[in-house]
């Protein structure tokens, strides 16, 4: 089991749903027959078994899934994986992950966010020799840059990248479908919008697994809130990253790693791969 929390209880992905989705309270009684009171209870943190699996289908929610995650019966796996590393720090109430990924042979690293503090992922380089040169923003939400002159004071001649859809003050723009390397490794570019105008997700071969660094576009067991469009953001993930492959580790924003192929089978926000 991971050592990091999920992200999100089962309240936050009902939330989510009915906030996105415009869905009241009286509607969601009158399509199941669940009680408002029970359903404000369950959207308090409050469960209902009963009722909340007599109100998935309606939300567009896998039932069985969402009923795992209320009774907390599961983790992703771990991921260990050599060039790739997560940094995990407090922001207010919440915490807020970076990613370091190197090329081993060549040495050349990238940090994917700075989360809260980087200081373990700026140790982390000097503790490998390695050589800083990208900083990729998946996303311009104070709590994955607020930590750049950090950063740039460490690697003054660092390039740091972000979708040109939410450009960021001293950012390169690039386009989506842009392609970038890190020594050997390769960096193509997805557009996962939804949470956000221009949020990215990463994807990242040769290292010994493929890897998806997706922002706040899905979390273990759940998925960003739709600020921008929830529309956009469950299609977009729906295209983006569950056409990766299966093994595909994927590094979000808040909360453990995990993998397209848990995702499917643990998701309650897509019901179709169950």
């Known amino acids: 089991m991971s050592a990091i929390p999920l992200e999100d209880n089962f309240e936050d992905i009902i939330g989510k749903t009915m906030r996105g989705t415009g869905m009241a309270d009286g509607v969601l009684e009158f399509l199941t027959g669940v009680p408002e009171e029970t359903i404000a209870k369950l959207k308090d943190g409050e469960l209902d078994e009963d009722g909340l699996v007599k109100i998935a289908s309606s939300l567009g929610l896998d039932a069985g899934t ?14 260990d994986l050599v060039g790739l590393r997560q940094f995990n720090t407090d922001f207010d109430d919440m915490t807020v992950n970076s990613y370091l990924v190197w090329d081993e042979s060549s040495k050349e690293a990238a940090l994917f966010d700075t989360g809260a503090d980087c200081s373990g ?8 020799g390695l050589s800083l040169k990208t900083l990729f923003l998946t996303h311009t939400h104070l709590d994955h840059i607020i930590d750049r002159e950090k950063v740039a004071a460490h690697s003054p001649d660092i390039l740091t990248l972000v979708n040109s859809l939410e450009p960021a003050k001293g950012a390169k723009r690039f386009a989506v479908g842009d392609a970038f390397s890190i020594g050997t490794l390769r960096v193509s570019t ?7 105008p221009g949020g990215t997700t990463y994807v990242i071969a040769g290292l010994p697994k493929a ?7 899905i979390f273990a067991q759940s ?5 921008i469009s929830f529309h956009d953001a469950l299609a977009t993930n729906r295209k983006e990253i569950f056409s990766l492959q299966d093994e595909t580790v994927l590094c979000p924003g808040h909360g453990p790693m995990t993998t397209v192929g ?3 089978a643990h998701n309650p926000f897509y019901p179709e791969f169950k």
């Open 190 to 196: 997805r557009l996962t919008r939804g949470h956000s």
């Open 66 to 79: 969402l009923l795992e995650r209320a009774r907390e019966a599961w983790a992703p796996e771990p991921v």
């Open 262 to 264: 848990e995702e499917k």
């Open 121 to 128: 992922a700026l140790a982390a380089v000097e503790e490998m």
């Open 223 to 227: 998925m960003g809130g739709g600020l």
């Open 211 to 217: 890897v998806a660094i997706v922002g706040d576009a």
